[in-house]
């Protein structure tokens, strides 16, 4: 079972950036999908996560209003697109399957996102 991040790259103060996860070897239906993010010197904090049926969302306050989280199940993919980048969004994102019930937790390898002032 792998999860595959990517989308990360060098982007401008200001842009825009759209992050795919894509599971493989097993269906993510049943699992809670979120993006994490890790910056130099900081402790991993969770950006967005998408429930399983409801699809009801969570953003941290720090993307707040900037970014969406989807999801296609038909594709076994989850998406984090953030706009209005900010040099402090510079970080490496993991994508993050969870099925609780099943006490069962994936994390992708991440893929850098730079911004520049």
């Known amino acids: 079972v792998q999860l595959q991040a990517s989308g990360g790259g060098l982007v401008q103060a200001g842009g825009s950036l759209r992050l795919s996860c894509a599971g493989r070897?097993?269906?993510?239906?049943?699992?809670?999908m979120a993006w994490y993010r890790q910056a130099p010197g900081k402790q991993r904090e969770l950006v967005a996560a998408?429930?399983?049926?409801?699809?009801?969302?969570y953003y941290a306050d720090s993307v707040d209003g900037r970014s969406t989280i989807s999801r296609d199940s038909g594709k076994n993919t989850v998406y984090l697109r953030i706009d209005n980048l900010l040099p402090e969004d510079t970080a490496v994102y993991y994508c993050?399957?969870?099925?609780?019930?099943?006490?069962?937790?994936?994390w992708g390898k991440g893929t850098q996102v730079t911004v520049s002032s």
């Open positions: 998408i429930t399983t049926k409801s699809g009801s969302t």
């Open positions: 993050n399957a969870a099925n609780d019930r099943a006490g069962v937790e994936y």
């Open positions: 070897g097993t269906s993510f239906r049943a699992y809670a």
